[in-house]
């Protein structure tokens, strides 16, 4: 997570902008993924909605 953060500013600035309760949803994610595989598809859309300024927790 720290490297593919380090590798996109926008998604990085994003991250660092969010609330305790939107890390955490976005850290929780990552950790419930089952496979490696999994994670990383999770992570790929994670980064896209961070770059995008999107929402990161469903509501």
Do not use: I, K
């Amino acid at each position: 997570m720290a490297a593919a953060l380090a590798a996109s500013p926008t998604a990085g600035a994003a991250f660092a902008a969010l609330n305790g309760a939107n890390h955490y949803s976005v850290l929780h994610r990552l950790l419930t993924a089952s496979t490696p595989a999994a994670r990383a598809t999770r992570l790929t859309a994670l980064l896209a909605v961070l770059e995008s300024s999107g929402p990161v927790s469903p509501r």
